[in-house]
């Protein structure tokens, strides 16, 4: 009851916060109703370069760092990226003094994306849109002042007399001029004069580059204003602009009113009409942002209260203590200043605002989509789900340990973003998905020739040595299955899913917890048990996988099955009694090796073993399945059931269910030891 009538009061209060902030949209953004318009670039005046896959790098992550910033900042902002490298990038942009938020970050967004399609293999450029600038270089031009080349755009309405038009013209922005550089310092002024007559009233904008000095600024606005007389005389609105600052006059309001800029220099005029038109909208404007801040801060009191039963999910974290910042090198608590991040608007416009028909998939922490970076680079998108508490831990692991990671069989992170709820992994797009697609499926599991099976195991098993012995953080994986093991398109394994990874000191072998997570049918006793884990945990998901791809069935459901008994205890059975090739999938009939797979049997066995200490390390593994002539040890017998008993089904379940894929394939689960 309670609950109800809080959810009708959030709905309430949620419909009108859309009423107010229709309104408020309505009465201030008229002006600023259309998308951004592309002005102009300067691309005309350089050559294509061959650029290095560094730079193309670096200049990847600096165009997704200024649209992601424009979101939060005032309107402006500059950043670099490899200073002390030949491949450093240096980019900066500046959105109109009457834009900001939003629509700023839309026309930033809009320029970074379509400036390597109007530029391509440049060093640097620079693009303009009616409401901001883009530009980006190798050498660090911040603060440098740039008034060549620059671009002249006359209007396309011719004035009636034409010298006293340009006279009033010209004295009125330099009366803007001096209130953007002196009076307000703000380096940009906007406003509006009659010019007398039936004329009617005339708008004018400068606005300079926000890294320039006032100075700088007053000479870049003069030498742009002494082009007009030469371009634009006889008409009656005219803009001109270069890299550093630009001006526009005409007989329209081409600009939104806003409270921050300073007050519009005063000019002698017949009709000051408008003025009190101003301070009404602005009073409108005021008491409307104040009603939805109250409103929101309504809003956020009842959410925390109705969230607060949840907050226990959060009380048992992971120990690593990470502060959530979307944006690179802010401090020393960032995620991974390494790892660049994508802005979400890119990843909603790539995967159609996370449509259906984009989905790869769906995990235990969220659903996986499909989507492109800016240079159409194909990428897989893992989404957090909101409701998942231990998915938060993940997320952490992820950019924490993945990022770091380099090696052929382990699947890299390349990039993240947590921007509003979101948080989002951005991973190669590995395009045969996963191991479990093709393993458990009739007809896909005919692509899988042994050669390709024994390939993948080869693989797996080089990955895990990395993790733990290899890498500069011993690491272990805790849910290594099937479908965590993704495919590209070479059917080469590349481990993934790092949310579960936990890693260990120096010296230290193994560590307890009491919340066991992972998957039934691949974790190690002790670990399911009794809360111990450590490399040999993942030694024996390996055992586990190894078996599973000879066997072409899932241990989870293999009790299911015609047999009656996990794959763990048919495998070992058949070992017993010397007739370990019946544990084969069918579909390879005679086109493997005998001996081989009898080996891998065999090492599959050894990995398996109920006491931790006689399973070998993958280092081990990895040497027996490189060689032919190693004598390997006698197996003892495996665990043959973790957390469940395992009967024979009477024979009506057997024949209905004999066809089942999975019972159990929970992503993350917890058990509390006694």
């Known amino acids: 009851m309670m609950e109800t009538k809080l959810t009708t009061t959030i709905h309430g209060l949620f419909l009108w916060f859309f009423l107010l902030s229709f309104f408020i949209s309505f009465t201030t953004t008229r002006a600023q109703s259309s998308s951004p318009n592309y002005v102009g670039d300067d691309c005309k005046n350089s050559t294509?370069?061959?650029?290095?896959?560094?730079?193309?790098?670096?200049?990847?992550?600096?165009?997704?760092?200024?649209?992601?910033?424009a979101a939060t900042s005032k309107g402006y902002n500059h950043t670099a990226i490899g200073t002390a490298t030949r491949d450093a990038v240096y980019g900066l942009y500046d959105c109109r003094g009457d834009v900001t938020g939003t629509f700023c970050q839309f026309c930033v967004s809009t320029a970074a994306s379509d400036i390597v399609q109007h530029c391509p293999n440049r060093s640097s450029?620079?693009?303009?849109?009616?409401?901001?600038?883009?530009?980006?270089?190798?050498?660090?031009?911040?603060?440098?002042?740039?008034?060549?080349?620059?671009?002249?755009?006359?209007g396309t309405k011719n004035s009636t007399n034409s010298t006293q038009e340009l006279q009033k013209a010209e004295t009125y922005m330099q009366s803007l001029i001096k209130n953007a550089t002196v009076e307000t310092?703000?380096?940009?002024?906007?406003?509006?004069?009659?010019?007398?007559?039936?004329?009617?009233?005339?708008?004018?904008?400068?606005?300079?580059?926000?890294?320039?000095?006032?100075?700088q600024c007053r000479q870049c606005l003069n030498a742009m204003l002494d082009q007009v007389p030469k371009c634009c005389a006889s008409k009656v609105g005219w803009?001109?602009?270069?890299?550093?600052?630009?001006?526009?006059?005409?007989?329209?309001?081409?600009?939104?009113?806003?409270?921050?800029q300073g007050p519009s220099p005063s000019f002698n005029s017949a009709n000051n009409k408008g003025t009190s038109k101003t301070k009404t909208l602005i009073i409108i404007i005021v008491s409307v942002l104040v009603a939805l801040v109250l409103l929101s801060c309504g809003i956020y009191f009842l959410w925390r209260k109705n969230q607060s039963n949840n907050d226990a999910l959060l009380s048992e974290t992971t120990p690593i203590s990470i502060h959530y910042n979307p944006y690179q090198g802010q401090g020393d608590d960032s995620l991974n200043a390494d790892l660049p991040t994508i802005p979400l608007f890119w990843i909603r416009q790539s995967t159609n605002n996370f449509s259906d028909s984009?989905?790869?998939?769906?995990?235990g922490f969220g659903p996986v989509y499909k989507g492109s970076l800016q240079d159409g680079t194909e990428v897989a998108i893992k989404r957090l789900s909101k409701t998942s508490g231990q998915g938060l831990d993940e997320f952490k692991n992820e950019v924490i340990f993945i990022a770091k990671l380099q090696h052929r069989n382990l699947v890299r992170l390349l990039g993240c973003c947590v921007e509003e709820n979101e948080k989002l992994l951005i991973y190669e797009y590995m395009s045969n998905s996963s191991l479990?697609?093709?393993?458990?499926?009739m007809e896909k599991r005919k692509q899988l020739s042994w050669k390709v099976r024994m390939n993948i195991i080869k693989g797996i098993a080089r990955g895990?040595?990395?993790?733990?012995?290899?890498?500069?953080?011993?690491?272990?994986?805790?849910?290594?299955?099937?479908?965590?093991?993704?495919?590209?398109?070479d059917m080469n394994p590349k481990i993934s899913d790092f949310g579960l990874a936990r890693t260990f000191e120096k010296g230290q072998n193994e560590e307890n917890t009491r919340r066991v997570m992972g998957t039934y049918g691949y974790m190690a006793p002790e670990y399911a048990m009794e809360g111990l884990y450590s490399v040999k945990s993942d030694v024996f998901s390996f055992g586990v996988l190894l078996l599973e791809i000879i066997a072409g069935k899932r241990n989870s459901g293999f009790y299911l099955s015609d047999h009656g008994q996990s794959l763990l205890v048919y495998s070992w059975k058949l070992w017993c009694e010397g007739e370990c090739l019946e544990l084969v999938d069918p579909i390879l009939e005679n086109t493997y090796i005998r001996n081989e797979v009898t080996r891998c049997i065999h090492i599959g066995l050894l990995c398996v073993q109920e006491d931790a200490i006689d399973r070998p390390t993958m280092s081990t593994v990895v040497v027996m399945l490189a060689s032919e002539t190693m004598t390997l040890p006698n197996p003892n017998h495996p665990?043959?059931?973790v957390g469940r008993k395992f009967g024979k089904e009477d024979e009506s379940t057997s024949k209905t269910s004999k066809d089942n894929i999975s019972v159990n394939e929970v992503s993350i689960s917890n058990v509390f030891p006694r």
């Open 125 to 154: 450029a620079v693009i303009w849109y009616n409401y901001c600038i883009l530009r980006y270089s190798n050498h660090d031009f911040f603060g440098n002042l740039t008034i060549t080349p620059s671009w002249q755009f006359p």
């Open 48 to 69: 294509e370069e061959s650029l290095t896959s560094g730079f193309k790098t670096n200049l990847n992550s600096i165009l997704s760092w200024l649209s992601s910033d």
């Open 639 to 641: 665990a043959f059931s």
């Open 436 to 441: 479990a697609l093709h393993l458990f499926d």
């Open 464 to 489: 895990l040595l990395y993790l733990h012995e290899d890498s500069r953080l011993k690491i272990i994986h805790r849910d290594m299955k099937a479908s965590n093991v993704l495919l590209d398109q």
């Open 358 to 363: 984009c989905k790869l998939g769906e995990g």
């Open 185 to 215: 310092n703000l380096l940009y002024a906007m406003g509006e004069f009659n010019s007398g007559g039936s004329s009617g009233e005339r708008y004018g904008l400068v606005q300079c580059s926000r890294d320039l000095t006032s100075d």
């Open 239 to 260: 803009q001109v602009l270069a890299p550093s600052c630009l001006i526009k006059y005409d007989d329209f309001m081409f600009y939104k009113i806003t409270t921050s």
